[in-house]
């Protein structure tokens, strides 16, 4: 659907003749919907080059993932970073580099790269913008540092996994593209963390009648005044909000303009809800089967290349290595995209919000997210910000309401070749594929269920997902794990078996099934569906 008289129906408005050859790929896996012209202007430039400068690092062949923003819709692409006669040479330079980089990412992350972010955020939250316009640009300089950071935690992580996949591949002759990745479940991380904070708040509150009471009083504010009325109900609030002071800093993916629950804690408090009625499993509650499953798989595969010392030795360090950097999927979310991103840097722009308000060039703090980078510079230096916000606020309304191309640019070549990591990540290049009532991607998570189907396009939509539905929806990210607990199945359009809602999916025991590319048009909010996670297919049962 388009609206009437759009602002600007996807522009190519190419920055130099190069790019004008490129294919541009729209990313709805991180950024679903549109984005402010703020965070376009921050993933269109710091965050890009700090993308970049990580790929340099590890001579990567290509130069990174670069973003640009066509009418609020976040498109990506990856430019070669040598010429076909230099290639070879750079991939030699590049997979030296790799081996290094994932045998020691583990301890790189907690003695250097966590050290620096929590250094970042401090510096974030320390700015005044007592001098506005140097205190911005601070933030798109420590933006590009963590993202630097950022990208040298995910590749290495992501080739950690391909490395051992590839290795018990080998050694066990099996092609089903799961089972590599049933061998790392069961890794403590920070996202099963926070669902198991709700999960315990819950069973707390069900212990005390008033508070549970309390918890179902209605909204945020009903349920706070409830609680307030009893000693328990006050206890169980400040064990709440300690829980928000450490992870309610998830708001929706890479938008800074997008409350966190720290902020607006509803989405946290319908999950404890859910667990405090039992219609959700124990967030832990699988591990213990995890770690069975994980060791036979292991030991089967072991056994087979029992003979070759050599085998077995690169396939334990393969395997012990992919275990060690496997939890930083969501660790490095929880640090940087959630506490950093999602937090501090939209907490440093409300503080620049706040003076442009004093200032009289803005009318509202949030205004500040309506407005480019370049824009906001202006504002610092003295230029009235009013009327640029507001036209920024009415194009990101009209831009909410086309349907967004897959692509921008020239047509993709279909004899390209696509890394398979990449295809696991992103899911499989090409048109949906649909046989009468069955849609088809890619196994995500093994199992089958069926279940009503419930159409998401929006973190704010997850309220509506009722205990044992399918969740239908574009993609998924860190913040909306704790639903997990309690949908039958998630079937999504980006995303293959290393995507983050097949990872999650995984820990959780559900089936899944990724990559359908057309899943929330076809399936109608509150249709049946069937979900074989292990073949990949959905099929629309009524």
Not at 100 to 111: A, F, I, S, V, Y
Not at 222 to 245: H, I, K, S
Not at 269 to 294: K, Q, S
Not at 332 to 342: S, T
Request: aromatic share 6%; proline share 7%.
């Amino acid at each position: 659907m388009t609206s009437a008289a759009p602002s600007a129906p996807f522009p190519v408005a190419w920055r130099s003749a190069d790019e004008s050859s490129l294919t541009w790929a729209r990313d709805p896996m991180h950024f679903p919907g549109p984005v402010t012209a703020m965070t376009a202007s921050l993933i269109e430039g710091p965050f890009t080059d700090g993308l970049v400068e990580a790929f340099e690092v590890m001579q990567a062949p290509v130069r990174g993932m670069v973003h640009r923003v066509f009418s609020s819709h976040v498109y990506s692409t990856a430019p070669p970073a040598e010429p076909p006669e230099r290639m070879e040479e750079r991939l030699g330079r590049h997979r030296r580099l790799m081996g290094d980089m994932m045998d020691g990412l583990r301890e790189r992350w907690e003695t250097e790269h966590l050290p620096a972010v929590e250094a970042i955020r401090r510096e974030l939250d320390g700015l005044s913008f007592a001098d506005a316009a140097a205190d911005l640009d601070r933030v798109a300089t420590l933006m590009r540092d963590s993202s630097r950071i950022h990208f040298l935690v995910v590749i290495p992580r992501v080739a950690s996994g391909e490395r051992f996949a590839t290795l018990y591949a080998q050694a066990t002759g099996s092609d089903n593209e799961m089972e590599p990745y049933r061998c790392l479940l069961g890794e403590p991380n920070k996202s099963l963390e926070t669902d198991r904070a709700l999960w315990d708040l819950a069973r707390r509150a069900a212990a005390d009648g008033a508070v549970a009471a309390a918890l179902r009083a209605g909204g945020p504010a009903e349920v706070m005044e409830a609680l307030g009325a009893t000693a328990g109900g006050r206890a169980w609030r400040a064990a709440f909000d300690a829980a928000m002071r450490e992870y309610g800093h998830r708001g929706q993916a890479i938008e800074m303009a997008a409350p966190t629950w720290l902020e607006d804690p509803s989405f946290a408090l319908d999950n404890v809800r859910r667990y405090l009625d039992g219609d959700a499993l124990d967030p832990e509650g699988a591990r213990a089967e995890h770690l069975a499953e994980r060791e036979r798989l292991v030991a089967a595969a072991r056994a087979r290349i029992a003979g070759d010392a050599e085998a077995l030795a690169a396939f334990d360090h393969a395997l012990a290595t992919a275990r060690a950097n496997w939890p930083l999927e969501e660790d490095h979310a929880f640090h940087i995209d959630q506490r950093l991103w999602g937090s501090a840097v939209r907490r440093a722009l409300l503080r620049l919000g706040d003076r442009l308000v004093d200032a009289g060039r803005l009318e509202a703090r949030d205004d500040v997210f309506h407005l480019t980078l370049d824009e906001a510079r202006a504002a610092a230096g003295g230029a009235d910000a009013r009327g640029p916000a507001r036209e920024g606020r009415r194009r990101m309304a009209d831009d909410a309401l086309l349907d967004p191309p897959p692509t921008v640019g020239a047509p993709p070549d279909p004899s390209q070749h696509m890394d398979p990591g990449m295809v696991k990540f992103f899911g499989r290049p090409g048109p949906p594929q649909v046989d009468g009532g069955v849609l088809r991607g890619s196994p995500g998570s093994a199992g089958r269920a069926e279940g009503v189907a419930r159409v998401v396009t929006s973190v704010e939509g997850l309220a509506a997902v009722l205990p044992g539905e399918i969740l239908v929806c574009r993609s998924t990210t860190p913040p909306w794990t704790p639903v997990f607990a309690s949908i039958a199945g998630l079937v999504t359009e980006t995303g293959g078996v290393l995507a983050h809602g097949a990872i999650v999916a995984r820990e959780y025991g559900i089936p899944a099934v990724m990559g359908t590319k057309i899943a929330t048009s076809m399936i109608r909010d509150g249709q049946r569906v069937v979900v074989d996670g292990d073949a990949g297919e959905v099929r629309i049962a009524g």
